[in-house]
């Protein structure tokens, strides 16, 4: 066996199209599709709203209810 100098082994990436595949990832989910959630991410808490508003009503009317019996 040949005890010569190691040999150098140049493991050198090529980093070349890193910058566009960085680039395609920030467009992984479409547009439109990012829109629609934010409009049904509006529309949940606008729900929220109304719902927590009903709770609070029936809570008063149940009061009511009891005051008037």
Known sequence: RDEGPPREIQ????????????????RVIPERTLKLWDALGAALLEYHKVLTRRSELFS?????????S
């Open 11 to 26: 493991d050198v990436r090529d980093n070349s199209k890193d910058g566009e595949y960085w680039e395609a990832l920030t």
């Open 60 to 68: 008063e009317a149940a009061a009511l209810q009891r005051q008037n």
